[in-house]
């Protein structure tokens, strides 16, 4: 078996990360629905909708 050397972040080990990044998801999945799309490429001053 191969170890894909993998790092994983515990977000909710800081505080207050893990509640903001639900939030922020949760607001880009409302405005992604509102909008009619079915996902999106999103980066800092980027947004790109996918159709």
């Known amino acids: 078996m191969n170890d894909l050397k993998v790092k994983i972040d515990d977000f909710d080990a800081i505080s207050g990360l893990g509640k903001c990044i639900k939030d922020y998801y949760n607001l880009l ?23």
């Open 29 to 51: 999945s409302d405005y992604i629905e509102k909008r009619g799309n079915v996902g999106v490429l999103h980066r800092k001053g980027k947004y790109l909708p996918l159709m």
